[in-house]
């Protein structure tokens, strides 16, 4: 159910219920959002809090050009971004070796050698949340752009300039994130094929 313009100009004036209908109207769908870039629930409500923090404190801004839950969605999208430039800058470089060295290394448990892994996987037929699920297990840094390109659609300009990466991370970093999401698609699909 869209919000009304009336219940916006009252969350405007810092209206207690107002606020309450935009938070439990907007909530679920910020927290997937948050949940689609940091794996840890807890961590990821925390990111959803504070950005209706930030709606609330900026909802003045909105002028209602577009879509109350668009604006809503991009400050989600912001807040999850500057959580993990924030992360990232707290990481010792003796422990950034280690993240690096991580992600380089990442493969699936089972890895199988068959030419047709597209039909397997497409044969599978995963459900959106399971493709979510498969989504959270790739590496931190890949599950960031993968989320930002794929669902978010950002284009590698806009990314590079949000990470503080440069353009060709970011595309290299997404060709390795839909080659692990393959892989671990793969192994998934085996798993369902065995499990019938």
Not at 3 to 16: M, Q, V
Not at 111 to 140: C, R, V, W
Not at 150 to 165: C, D, N
Request: hydrophobic content about 40%; glycine content about 4%; aromatic content about 8%.
């Amino acid at each position: 159910m869209p919000i009304s313009k009336k219940i916006i100009d009252k969350c405007k004036t810092n209206d207690r219920d107002a606020q309450k209908l935009i938070f439990e109207t907007y909530a679920s769908q910020v927290l997937a959002i948050c949940v689609r870039y940091v794996k840890d629930v807890s961590i990821a409500e925390d990111i959803m809090q504070e950005t209706f923090i930030t709606v609330f404190l900026k909802i003045s801004q909105f002028k209602g050009t577009g879509a109350l839950g668009g604006w809503i969605k991009r400050i989600a999208v912001n807040t999850s971004l500057m959580h993990i430039r924030e992360a990232k800058k707290s990481i010792s470089s003796n422990n950034l070796e280690y993240f690096l060295k991580e992600e380089e290394n990442y493969e699936p448990e089972i890895i199988y050698d068959i030419t047709n892994k597209k039909g397997i996987i497409e044969q599978a037929d995963f459900s959106s949340q399971e493709m979510m699920d498969a989504i959270t297990l790739l590496p931190h840094g890949f599950r960031t752009v993968f989320n930002l390109y794929a669902i978010e659609g950002y284009k590698h300009k806009e990314i590079a300039k949000q990470l503080e990466i440069s353009i060709g991370t970011s595309k290299s970093q997404l060709l390795r994130a839909r080659k692990k999401l393959q892989q671990i698609l793969y192994t998934k699909a085996i798993e369902k094929k065995k499990n019938k």
